[in-house]
């Protein structure tokens, strides 16, 4: 009588502290179940000091737990997080209810279930006794009790669900005497099933749309989604990949194997990247995956070739329609091998003109004129005649390329290690032997050799002391003070009118200035329209081949 008395007052008094819920803006709470642990937090939409919680039965009788935090304000939001709490590991299995409000907080309420350590012993007991032929019904019985999401499970054919069925009835699922590996065991067996679900549905699934989403939302399996793959869906140009995945026969395997999906994968996106993007891009993807060794490149016949013909041996790869990467190989060594001279001399085999010839040498000062281009036509340059030459002209000699379906893409931007590569190229910097040391150019990135190579010639510096600023789009600006300093270590002669040639050079940074109005006078950059500079405008791709073949042509490098 008493226990029920003291009940009903503790029950009455949270209702009270709630009082003022009924002009209260609403809770959104946030309850996590940690097996045993329950965490409890949240925001409120207007401030009280103090706010309290409860745990009770599902009649809400009985209190288990009671406990207050302050309420803290974070901008225009009211948080909370209150003490980690637990439950006893014999407490019934059943649903309970937090409870969580305050003085002018709205009480709101959240159901839980707990589940306690006899019962799952006892799940984990029964699964682990079961025959293959019964795991499926195993599964299905004690889902809730084991916290398993068997829902994409059971939408699997027979097939994917037996090879599934088949790892699960292969684990040690055993309770120890002293009932101390209840939870690891459990967690073993949540971690084994969700992977290998994840990873059946991928390789079951036949619709291209749905695949795609698959694979977005794949956690389990550490795809490597942060480089191409990331690339091809910014430039929505997933179609190929996607389709040479679903085209892959993972029945024919044995089992589920999770390092084989990771090689298809990378595979069918290093497939895409030959399709959609450049020669460039083509070359940087092909030394990415050759380090993560999906494939070996055989080179004793590329090595051989002059600059110009390598590139063309790219452009020629990318021409081929491969149905699984592993012919890669074989295609890139066939079509290496055709370019090599029948009987002595050098040259390239018809791969076009030889590019690459020095245009700043050790000696600064020592500039020679490199051969005619042999000009290469895309089909959206209309809008961007004014690049069109210096765009032909670096597509000629392998330093920029289209993006594999016969355009340019003039107007794309370009980030900060893009613009190096084709500076370094344009101006014959590469040295294999530099180095830089940024946090974000990795040395087995393919940007590494060029920023490196630029950072000794002292072209470049960092965004700031520990980082080159790896993937951001370089701006106009930045863009004049890479090219001041080539103008500068070419020993090119400045224009007499160095003056301020702009309506917005106020707005020009003072790093630049002297860079900008340098570049101005002799002709070498130009404005955007109006009579601006527009410093902090993104660089597009046309404008990166302009500025380069403009310099070039200032220093001597064209003849």
């Known amino acids: 009588m008493i226990k029920k008395l003291i009940t009903a007052i503790l029950c009455a008094a949270f209702i009270l502290t709630a009082s003022g819920a009924a002009f209260a803006q609403s809770m959104q709470l946030n309850v996590e179940m940690n097996v045993f642990t329950v965490k409890v ?28 935090t302050d309420v803290v304000q974070n901008g225009t939001e009211y948080t909370f997080q209150f003490d980690d709490f637990n439950i006893s590991e014999n407490t019934l299995t059943c649903e309970y209810i937090i409870r969580v409000g305050g003085k002018n907080i709205p009480i709101t309420e959240q159901s839980v279930n707990f589940i306690n350590k006899n019962d799952r012993r ?38 994917w669900q037996g090879r599934i069925d088949e790892i699960i009835a292969g684990l040690d699922l055993s309770i120890n005497a002293q009932e101390t590996n209840v939870i690891e065991k459990q967690q073993l067996l949540q971690a084994v099933f969700n992977e290998n679900v994840e990873a059946a549905n991928i390789c079951a699934q036949t619709d291209a749309a749905k695949l795609a989403g698959l694979l977005d939302n794949s956690i389990k399996l550490a795809l490597d989604k942060e480089t191409y793959y990331k690339e091809l869906k910014q430039a929505n140009s997933l179609n190929t990949a996607i389709s040479k995945f679903v085209s892959y026969n993972f029945e024919e395997v044995n089992g589920i194997n999770k390092e084989l999906i990771n090689k298809v994968f990378d595979g069918c996106v290093l497939i895409g990247v030959l399709d959609r993007f450049d020669w460039g891009k083509a070359e940087e993807a092909l030394k990415y995956y050759e380090s993560k060794s999906l494939l070996s490149l055989n080179y004793s016949s590329f090595n051989k070739l002059d600059s110009s013909t390598k590139a063309t041996v790219y452009k020629e790869l990318k021409k081929v329609n491969f149905d699984d990467y592993a012919q890669i190989p074989a295609a890139f060594k066939r079509i290496s091998d055709s370019y090599l001279p029948s009987s002595g001399g050098s040259g390239g085999g018809g791969g076009g003109s030889n ?131 080539i103008f500068s270590m070419a020993g090119a002669a400045e224009a007499a009118n160095n003056s301020e040639q702009f309506n917005d050079f106020g707005s020009v940074e003072d790093y630049a200035k002297e860079s900008v109005k340098k570049l101005s006078a002799a002709g070498i950059i130009g404005g955007t329209g109006n009579g601006n500079f527009s410093p902090n405008e993104n660089v597009t791709r046309a404008q990166s081949a302009k500025i380069a073949y403009e310099l070039l042509k200032y220093i001597g490098g064209i003849a």
């Open 41 to 68: 937090s949240g925001t409120v939409g207007t401030y009280a000091k103090r706010i309290s919680v409860q745990m009770l039965n599902k009649e809400k009788t009985i209190p288990m737990y009671t406990g207050e």
């Open 122 to 159: 006892n799940a984990l007991t029964a699964l682990n006794i079961t025959e293959i032929d019964k795991i499926k019904e195993a599964l299905t019985v004690n889902s809730a009790t084991l916290e398993l999401n068997i829902t994409q499970y059971l939408s699997l054919n027979p097939e």
């Open 355 to 485: 590019g690459g010839s020095t245009v700043i040498s050790g000696n600064p000062q020592d500039t020679v004129s490199t051969p005619a281009p042999q000009h290469q036509s895309f089909s959206d340059l209309a809008g961007a005649s004014w690049a069109k030459e210096s765009v032909d002209y670096f597509s000629s000699k392998g330093v920029i390329n289209g993006k594999g379906d016969g355009r340019f893409y003039p107007n794309d931007s370009v980030t900060r290690e893009e613009f190096v590569k084709i500076i370094v190229l344009a101006f014959d910097l590469l040295d294999e032997s530099a180095n830089a040391e940024f946090n974000d150019a990795g040395k087995t990135e393919w940007y590494y050799p060029y920023i490196a190579s630029a950072k000794k010639a002292g072209i470049i510096a960092g965004i700031n002391e520990s980082e080159f600023g790896v993937g951001e789009i370089i701006i106009r600006q930045d863009m004049a003070v890479i090219m001041s300093r």
